[in-house]
């Protein structure tokens, strides 16, 4: 038995150590968007920053095409602001929806990647192709939202009728503390430079989960309990861009 464990080790430290491995630190902009029913709202673009492991089997012999595995963890402070205004002439009626959710994840994905180099004399260029799945764990989240309906009465000397909602809450006990999201990236890579575009959609309902209860925003008032009751589950995807320095073997 000592023997196996030690003809197992011996394998896994050769592994490693005939591996290519690269640390490549890196930092860009997130978009995020949620599905509201009928198509997905873009929420706005945010800063994301983190590092990467990628390990390849050395490929000195074999440099056109090869597979590697990326890991490693980002932060991202992302989130979803939506703003919307409606007026109604016939009926003097004006209303405004405004939901502001805040959320701060850390990120740990694990990707499968397939490199290619399309030149054989240009070794400093590569581009690859990657999918995999990410784990996205909640650290905090903060939702705001707020409805206003105004009223404009046919007695012109009479004040307008205005009805409003408003609430602002923590809601980071309501969420799930891990979400998983798929992830696909096209990337290259040129010397120490790396440029990827990842694209991500959550696999879990990302609702916060008994917030219709203490909301004091109306299901029919609030874009978020209206977009979950519409959609079944609340649904986000987002796109980066991110660009990172590669530190190892090229």
Known sequence: MKRTVTL???I???????????LTP???MNSTRIYDGISYQNGGAFAVTGFEIEVAKNTRNHRMIYLSLATGASYL????????????AAVSLYTQRITDLRMQN????VTLRLNWQPFPLVEDWKVFLGIGICNNMLIRATLK???TEVYLNEDLLAPPTVTSYEDAADVTDYGKKNNLFTRIELGMKYKRLQLSYRLSKSLSDLYYTGLEADWHVPEDNSWYLEAHRDAGKIIEKYSELVVGFRIGRK
């Open 145 to 147: 939202e707020r409805y």
């Open 26 to 28: 890196y930092a860009g």
């Open 77 to 88: 402070s992302n989130g979803f602001y939506y703003s919307s205004n409606f007026a109604y």
């Open 12 to 22: 896994a430290l050769w592994q490693v150590a005939a591996a290519q491995v690269n």
């Open 8 to 10: 197992l080790l011996s």
């Open 106 to 109: 850390v990120q740990i994905p």
